[in-house]
């Protein structure tokens, strides 16, 4: 099993940046492909970015792309976030998760952070 705590968020003006951080305890992060996904108010949650074990391979969803940009140490057992070019309609809370397969489906996540706040001011 993993813990995950999400940091990092908080109030951005629109067209600025915030890196989102992912730490990892209990297992290790190797072992997991991650992913981040986003939950405005009344909305669903939605699939933001991917990347596979070794970091090799980042998935992004549309929205995002030329954006955002996923990373991982797996040394430091983390996971990041790197978001550009913020919008007002980027705001909501942001989870990262650990799954067992190649996925962006939010159901095929086993364990999921707690969630971290961002808030873009237009």
């Known amino acids: 099993q993993v813990q995950l705590v999400e940091s990092g968020g908080g109030l951005v003006q629109a067209g600025g940046s915030l890196r989102l951080s992912c730490a990892a305890s209990?297992?290790?992060?190797?072992?997991?492909?991650m992913g981040w996904f986003r939950q405005a108010p009344g909305k669903e949650r939605e699939f933001v970015a991917a990347?596979?074990?070794?970091?090799?391979?980042?998935y992004y969803a549309d929205s995002v792309k030329g954006r955002f940009t996923i990373s991982r140490d797996n040394a430091k057992n983390a996971v990041y976030l790197q978001m550009s070019s913020l919008k007002s309609e980027d705001t909501a809370v942001y989870y990262c998760?650990?799954?067992?397969?190649?996925?962006?489906?939010?159901?095929?996540?086993?364990?999921w952070g707690q969630g971290t706040q961002v808030t873009v001011s237009s």
């Open positions: 990347i596979s074990w070794s970091g090799g391979r980042s």
């Open positions: 209990g297992r290790t992060l190797s072992s997991y492909f």
């Open positions: 998760a650990a799954a067992k397969k190649t996925t962006t489906s939010s159901t095929d996540y086993d364990y």
